[in-house]
């Protein structure tokens, strides 16, 4: 028995010590996910800033289970293990959204996902995405990749924009588009800068008709003679993913001063990233591509700029 299944000491039996034990399990359980996001490393911590604290918590909330579910694709360990974790964990979701808390971010998790009106077929989407990197990734073509990309990074955008709000007299139905467009540029532009670490793990995730377009596949990727070849595959994949962010741009008049704030941080960053594999000339293997720190302060004190209206 977890902390978040045990009343705390000295409570008596009744309804209002079951509302009260409710509360602490809440807080702690928005406690554990707020250590999971500052744990993992990313620079997303640091965007949330930018939102009031309940939206901010939600946001851990919400960062905490993608961080967990993807954790369960690709820790060590026998790969034949994988597919049972991650049906337990889908199993997990479905108890907590009925009541039922097995883990201790399911509270803060589910109270995120009542609170903000998050469907919670969006949560069930990544874990469909995630399958596909429980073993080796070959994608057809680009509407199997675009599935994916849906799958593991839009459904998260989606979710998010409902934490973050629409303005008053703003459909999400207008957001909704936008907001999938951004997911796709994200992990377009994910997919790019990983290529190597992927390839290392037996993960193709470019469309093997455009490799056999470009007559580039993943044996020619580090052969001098096919640096053409290569660079125009990744000047495709690169415009694409420009395409996407251009698409996305429509989301920005329709959030709140705080939503428009954040999404600029995000996307500003990715977008960066991108530029910085345009400027190394596609080497995405020597070493990983990042931000350095001082570009990553600018798109944070930008975001800060366009909460408090400077532009």
Same mark, same amino acid.
Not at 22 to 33: D, E, G, P, T
Not at 87 to 116: K, M, N
């Given at each position: 028995?977890?902390?978040?299944?045990?009343? &705390?000491?000295?409570?008596?039996?009744?309804?209002?010590?079951?509302?009260?034990?409710?509360?602490?399990?809440?807080?702690?359980?928005?406690?554990? +996910?707020?250590?999971?996001?500052?744990?993992?490393?990313?620079?997303?911590?640091?965007?949330? *800033?930018?939102?009031?604290?309940?939206?901010?918590?939600?946001?851990?909330?919400?960062?905490?289970? /993608?961080?967990?579910?993807?954790?369960?694709?690709?820790?060590?360990?026998?790969?034949?293990?994988?597919?049972?974790?991650?049906?337990?964990?889908?199993?997990?979701?479905?108890?907590?959204?009925?009541?039922?808390?097995?883990?201790?971010?399911?509270?803060?998790?589910?109270?995120?996902?009542?609170?903000?009106?998050?469907?919670?077929?969006?949560?069930?989407?990544?874990?469909?995405?995630?399958?596909?990197?429980?073993?080796?990734?070959?994608?057809?073509?680009?509407?199997?990749?675009? *599935?994916? +990309?849906?799958?593991?990074?839009?459904?998260?955008?989606?979710?998010?924009?409902?934490?973050?709000?629409?303005?008053a007299g703003i459909a999400l139905s207008q957001a909704d588009p936008p907001a999938e467009a951004a997911g796709i540029a994200f992990q377009l532009t994910n997919? %790019?800068?990983?290529?190597?670490?992927? %390839?290392?793990?037996?993960?193709?995730?470019?469309?093997?008709?455009?490799?056999?377009?470009?007559?580039?596949?993943?044996?020619?990727?580090?052969?001098?003679?096919?640096?053409?070849?290569?660079?125009?595959? /990744?000047?495709?994949?690169? /415009?694409?993913? *420009?395409?996407?962010?251009?698409?996305?741009?429509?989301?920005? &008049?329709? %959030?709140?001063?705080?939503?428009?704030?954040?999404?600029?941080? /995000?996307?500003?960053?990715? *977008?960066?990233?991108?530029?910085?594999?345009?400027?190394?000339?596609?080497?995405?293997?020597?070493?990983?591509?990042? %931000? &350095?720190?001082?570009?990553?302060?600018?798109?944070?004190?930008?975001? +800060?700029?366009?909460?408090?209206?400077?532009?």
């Amino acid at each position: 028995m977890t902390a978040f299944s045990a009343a &705390p000491v000295g409570f008596v039996d009744g309804p209002a010590a079951t509302v009260r034990a409710s509360r602490i399990r809440l807080r702690q359980s928005f406690a554990y +996910c707020r250590a999971i996001t500052a744990a993992a490393g990313s620079s997303f911590p640091l965007a949330f *800033r930018l939102l009031p604290a309940a939206k901010r918590s939600a946001m851990e909330a919400l960062y905490a289970y /993608m961080r967990l579910s993807d954790d369960l694709a690709d820790q060590p360990g026998e790969l034949g293990q994988r597919p049972q974790k991650l049906a337990a964990w889908r199993a997990s979701l479905t108890a907590a959204l009925a009541g039922d808390f097995t883990h201790p971010i399911h509270p803060a998790l589910v109270e995120t996902v009542r609170r903000f009106a998050i469907p919670a077929q969006y949560l069930f989407d990544t874990l469909d995405g995630l399958e596909t990197d429980l073993g080796p990734v070959r994608i057809a073509n680009f509407p199997e990749l675009y *599935r994916y +990309c849906y799958r593991v990074a839009s459904a998260v955008g989606l979710a998010c924009i409902r934490i973050w709000e629409v303005r008053a007299g703003i459909a999400l139905s207008q957001a909704d588009p936008p907001a999938e467009a951004a997911g796709i540029a994200f992990q377009l532009t994910n997919i %790019l800068r990983d290529l190597g670490e992927d %390839l290392a793990r037996d993960r193709i995730y470019l469309p093997a008709d455009e490799l056999a377009q470009f007559t580039c596949g993943p044996e020619r990727w580090h052969d001098p003679g096919s640096r053409d070849q290569f660079e125009a595959l /990744m000047h495709f994949q690169v /415009m694409r993913a *420009r395409d996407y962010y251009r698409r996305s741009e429509a989301l920005v &008049p329709l %959030l709140t001063a705080d939503g428009r704030a954040i999404f600029h941080v /995000m996307a500003g960053a990715y *977008r960066r990233l991108l530029d910085e594999i345009e400027r190394r000339h596609y080497d995405v293997f020597t070493h990983r591509v990042r %931000l &350095p720190a001082w570009r990553k302060a600018t798109v944070y004190l930008a975001g +800060c700029g366009v909460k408090w209206g400077l532009w």
